[in-house]
């Protein structure tokens, strides 16, 4: 992941790499990637699948703080907040791009959008991994991963018929980790419950 960092994510064009230097008229072939022009697609751009599969891979290493930044760095509207932005990024500032060119005059560019498993990845990233909510056979529950200075934050899952209001409370500036699951006021020992379709509205509340 070092690598990666060091070799991969270029932050002033806003994009994680798929593979640096790209491949062009060296001796290696690598299969159909190569007639991609340098830096396009496959060939040393952003492939966004990859992208947000490092992300996942640094909230499995406990950076919660890495995660997110980059994941606010990849969402396609930090490629639009100005003008001059907006006409480099030339595609869509509100859905997910297959790819994001990453070298020469090219680079930072919305490769296609509107076709990409990609977007259901930068939500589960978001989602599951950096807010940690996670249902797994009938249970819930929270493995946060987030950035050390956020101090709060709220989720309200539905399930069937019954509503789940989570706070997530950060008292010691953590990246990971729950100390305590408390629901409707009563802590519960091994942090998940099982979830019931009965109507209620249920209160969760996580200390880490």
């Known amino acids: ?18 593979l640096d230097p790209p491949f062009d008229k060296g001796k290696f072939k690598p299969g159909y990637i190569k007639s991609y022009l340098p830096g396009v697609r496959e060939n040393g751009g952003q492939y966004t699948h990859a992208a947000v599969w490092a992300i996942i891979a640094f909230t499995k290493l406990g950076f919660g703080n890495k995660a997110t930044e980059y994941f606010r760095m990849i969402n396609p509207i930090e490629h639009a907040r100005t003008k001059e932005e907006a006409r480099k990024y030339k595609v869509e500032p509100y859905v997910i791009p297959g790819d994001v060119y990453g ?65 997530v409370k950060n008292p010691n500036s953590k990246q990971t980790g729950v100390e305590k699951f408390i629901l409707n006021g009563n802590e519960v020992e091994d942090k998940q419950i099982k979830l019931v379709d009965d109507g209620s509205i249920n209160e969760i509340e996580i200390i880490m």
């Open 1 to 18: 992941m070092d690598s990666l960092e060091k070799h991969l994510i270029d932050k002033e064009n806003g994009i994680i790499k798929l």
């Open 103 to 167: 070298e020469n005059n090219l680079a930072g560019r919305g490769g296609w959008t509107w076709y990409t498993g990609s977007s259901s990845w930068f939500y589960k990233a978001g989602l599951e991994y950096i807010l940690g909510l996670k249902i797994e056979k009938g249970y819930l529950k929270l493995e946060p991963c987030i950035p050390s200075d956020w101090k709060e934050y709220s989720i309200r899952y539905r399930y069937k018929t019954s509503i789940y209001n989570i706070k």
